[in-house]
T-cell receptor
Framework: SAVISQKPSRDICQRGTSLTIQCQVD?????MFWYRQQPGQSLTLIAT?????????ESGFVIDKFPISRPNLTFSTLTVSNMSPEDSSIYLC??????????FGPGTRLTVT | GENVEQHPSTLSVQEGDSAVIKCTYS??????FPWYKQELGKRPQLIID?????GEKKDQRIAVTLNKTAKHFSLHITETQPEDSAVYFC????????????FGTGTRLKVLA
């Protein structure tokens, strides 16, 4: 499976600021996904990022709050904008395998104070 | 909307015993069912998956069974070991041009030595 990295691994941010999370994969992939996992909870899909097109957002997530870039087949970014303490969570990217299975990055642990 | 119910939420077993986790899905068109293991502070890792044209799949000590009629699938772990302790997530997916994973709520498995 692909090697996936995320930066930063964790951060503590002040409310009202923005954080951009990077996801890098070592091979070209068509589909990348961004998830949020709140403490002790399951995985919630934020958006699907397909290279060359606008990201598709799930209900409850909007582009102004979570803008996503997908400039090429190995890289994507998720920005968490105008943060509030409710945005404290783990953010994970994932990539699609050949059989539509998904492989996850190590996650970014975000704390908003 | 689509959802996946997962039971139990917590499960404690003695080392060497078997563990069974069950998931029920609502979308009858789901055709792919992966299972993920997430150790504390780590990323979810794909451990086994099954597609709708198969009723059972086994990989060493883990197996998954699928009942399409009843719309449920189960993870079976035999001869449990302390390193099996983790949170396990099931997912149901309707694989098509665009798709999303619907995750269960997770099961925290504790294997007692």
């Amino acid at each position: 499976s692909a090697v996936i990295s995320q930066k930063p691994s964790r951060d503590i941010c002040q409310r009202g600021t923005s954080l951009t999370i990077q996801c890098q994969v070592d091979s070209q992939v068509t589909m990348m996904f961004w998830y949020r996992q709140q403490p002790g909870q399951s995985l919630t899909l934020i958006a699907t990022a397909n290279q060359g097109s606008e990201a598709t957002y799930e209900s409850g997530f909007v582009i102004d709050k979570f803008p996503i870039s997908r400039p090429n087949l190995t890289f994507s970014t998720l920005t968490v904008s105008n943060m509030s303490p409710e945005d404290s969570s783990i953010y994970l990217c994932s990539v699609e395998g050949q059989g539509r299975e998904q492989y996850f990055g190590p996650g970014t642990r975000l704390t908003v104070t | 909307g689509e959802n996946v119910e997962q039971h139990p939420s917590t499960l404690s077993v003695q080392e060497g015993d078997s563990a069974v986790i069950k998931c029920t899905y609502s979308d009858s068109a789901s055709n792919y069912f992966p299972w993920y293991k997430q150790e504390l502070g780590k990323r979810p890792q794909l451990i086994i998956d099954i597609r709708s044209n198969v009723g059972e799949k086994k990989d060493q000590r883990i197996a998954v069974t699928l009942n399409k009629t009843a719309k449920h699938f189960s993870l079976h772990i035999t001869e449990t070991q302390p390193e099996d302790s983790a949170v396990y997530f099931c997912a149901a997916v309707r694989i098509s041009g665009t798709y999303k994973y619907i995750f269960g709520t997770g099961t925290r498995l504790k294997v007692l030595a």
